[in-house]
């Protein structure tokens, strides 16, 4: 596995994965390749084409999106050990990275095991019916919300069978930060859909909410409902790392400290 390590932070570009002193950092999927892309060709310029291109790869995209892209990635890495920019806009052609970077080979086992992103457990989904036979509609969003959030490299997801193992007990057991319940309420032509992101640390809701859907296509629907709280819930995740991530990064200051200088991550940062 290639490590990739500038000032405090180690990129691991084979599991898509930010380091600072050994802790994770909360990066999207699209400034995951950015960085990969700008880090892998140290102090040259990058055109914004082939940023773009790595970002989002076979869409066309604004420019603009490129910027605001860039924008977060300075915000979250901060300053240099000079007070200046880690990732330089070179005009009119597009950006480069003006840190210093150095890699290595290490096993991939070694990473495995000390594997400290956040871990993410998906329980079962609960179901009440009308109809007997029903539960296959609860296990298939729960396994389509799993597939989901799979896609994204900065978390773990606690496997199927495990997170299944434990329908009726408490995700902390596996160690999972974050729990994501849900039930499914059948009735008719007509299916309730409820879900809620928890932090098993301290039990506090980061996101609930409620569909309503017409009973037509059943892997349509699954389809439909994995989106839509996959969606919904990776800000959330990304909001409360940030959060963390601060934290840690600005000693004793306390959460309102925080808010009141703009350090907090609003939704629209993330």
């Excluded at 180690?10 to 909360?26: N, Q, T």
């Excluded at 603009?64 to 240099?80: F, H, P, T």
């Excluded at 994995?226 to 940030?242: H, Q």
Aim: hydrophobic share 45%; net charge negative; glycine share 8%.
């Amino acid at each position: 596995m290639q490590r990739l390590t500038f000032g405090p932070f180690m990129f691991e570009s084979a599991r898509g994965v930010l380091l600072r002193d050994g802790r994770p950092m909360p990066v999207n999927q699209k400034g995951i390749r950015l960085l990969a892309a700008l880090l892998l060709a140290p102090g040259e310029a990058v055109s914004k084409t082939a940023l773009m291109d790595a970002a989002w790869p076979g869409t066309a995209v604004e420019e603009s999106n490129l910027s605001v892209q860039i924008a977060a990635l300075r915000k979250l890495l901060g300053a240099d050990h000079d007070g200046g920019e880690w990732i330089a806009t070179v005009p009119r052609v597009g950006y480069r990275f003006a840190g210093a970077v150095s890699g290595a080979d290490t096993p991939s086992e070694s990473a495995d095991a000390a594997d400290v992103r956040p871990l993410i457990a998906v329980l079962p989904f609960g179901i009440v019916s009308e109809e007997p036979g029903k539960e296959y509609l609860a296990d298939g969003i729960t396994n389509d919300i799993i597939t989901a959030l799979a896609r994204y490299r900065w978390f773990r997801i606690v496997v199927r069978g495990s997170a299944f193992a434990l329908r009726d007990k408490a995700a902390d057991q596996l160690g999972a930060r974050y729990a994501l319940h849900g039930n499914v309420r059948h009735a008719r032509e007509r299916l309730r859909i409820s879900a809620q992101l928890i932090d098993t640390r301290d039990g506090a809701h980061l996101w609930a909410e409620r569909y309503d859907l017409a009973m037509a296509d059943v892997f349509a629907i699954q389809d439909e409902i994995a989106e839509r709280v996959v969606g919904a819930i990776e800000p959330e995740l990304l909001k409360s790392e940030s959060r963390l991530a601060i934290v840690r990064n600005t000693g004793n200051m306390t959460a309102w400290d925080l808010v009141r200088q703009g350090m907090v991550f609003s939704q629209g940062d993330a």
